[in-house]
């Protein structure tokens, strides 16, 4: 009778031990899955066809074979972006010619008044490795997707409008892997280190 007890407690231990890890594991699946949801694409697995500042088609599949920095914004932003363009030029500068190996790329998410001559004056004003990518709201809206961004409009008096977006600076490996993301405002000590390992 002690026996049979004991194999009866044994059991259910050996149960709950097992409900235990099936539920951490269960749990353990349900993060990474969430944790995917939020994460940018790998770059051959987005989908758009955007306009460079030249006038050349651009597509995902061009960035693959060297890093890649992308960040949104567009032309008539007042503070977030000038400011973001000018910390990665100062990166670019500070990083010196590993940085000729990047696509270092603003996508703006203002198509109405960013055309591709638009984007070339503006970013005359930057560093010249950075390239201005626009074209259609749909194809827009693909890419931001892909980075798992978010952008919108926001109306304001008069008729007039400004562009909520994100304001992170997304990095990629040469194989298209996202590597990290930059927060607006960042430090170089620890803005730098990241791009240098997107750089590896």
Not at 29 to 45: E, G, T
Not at 51 to 74: A, K, Y
Request: charged share 20%; proline share 6%.
């Amino acid at each position: 009778m002690r026996s049979a007890t004991l194999l009866r407690g044994s059991a259910m231990a050996a149960a709950a031990v097992l409900f235990m890890l099936a539920l951490g594991w269960w749990q353990t699946q349900d993060r990474d899955q969430q944790a995917a949801s939020v994460l940018p694409l790998p770059i051959d697995r987005m989908s758009f066809s955007l306009t460079d500042q030249s006038g050349n088609t651009v597509q995902p599949e061009d960035w693959l074979g060297r890093p890649t920095m992308v960040f949104f914004g567009f032309t008539w932003c007042p503070d977030i972006c000038p400011t973001t363009l000018s910390d990665i030029s100062n990166w670019l500068d500070e990083i010196g010619p590993d940085a000729d190996r990047m696509n270092t790329v603003l996508i703006s998410v203002d198509p109405e008044r960013d055309t591709p001559e638009v984007l070339g004056d503006y970013l005359s004003n930057f560093d010249p490795r950075i390239n201005g990518l626009t074209g259609a709201l749909p194809q827009i809206e693909q890419a931001v997707a892909g980075f798992r961004a978010s952008f919108r409009k926001v109306p304001r008096d008069g008729g007039d409008y400004t562009m909520d977006h994100t304001a992170g600076v997304f990095l990629f490996d040469a194989d298209g892997r996202f590597v990290s993301i930059i927060d607006y405002h960042e430090d170089s000590r620890y803005a730098v280190p990241k791009i240098r390992r997107a750089l590896e």
